[in-house]
């Protein structure tokens, strides 16, 4: 926390504050947030609180917690539904595969020797 610009630390005290009000199942106001800001003795500027209880509306909160996060990687499968076809799709791309690969003969190795014929 000491690596915190005082922008970020009021952030955060402003995130939990809102995130404490939500779960005890009360109104996310700025008046609140700032109740709770003073009982644990954070002090944030004043535009915090307002925007956050703004923003912050309880439908927000629990879409932003069901979420695990904006970045990451991909996601997880698709849903379950009808395996049959992918099972036929997966054969169908086996025998592209199989149609692509091509004998590279020609005689030569990498290093312009016959083939067979190196010292390994």
């Given at each position: ?9 009021d ?7 809102a995130?404490c ?6 109104a ?6 700032n ?10 500027e004043?535009f ?32 379950g ?5 992918a ?5 169908v791309e ?6 692509e690969?091509?004998d ?12 067979g014929?190196?010292?390994?």
């Amino acid at each position: 926390m000491d690596k915190l610009s005082k922008a970020q630390k009021d952030e955060i005290a402003t995130s939990l504050a809102a995130l404490c009000l939500y779960d005890g199942g009360e109104a996310v106001t700025s008046a609140s947030i700032n109740t709770i800001l003073d009982a644990t003795n954070n002090e944030v500027e004043a535009f915090y609180p307002v925007i956050f209880s703004n923003f912050l509306k309880p439908e927000k909160i629990a879409s932003l917690i069901s979420s695990p996060g904006a970045g990451g990687g991909g996601g997880g499968g698709g849903g379950g539904g009808d395996s049959g076809g992918a099972a036929e799709e997966e054969k169908v791309e086996e025998e592209k595969v199989e149609e692509e690969e091509i004998d590279m003969g020609g005689g030569m190795d990498m290093f312009g020797g016959d083939e067979g014929g190196g010292d390994y």
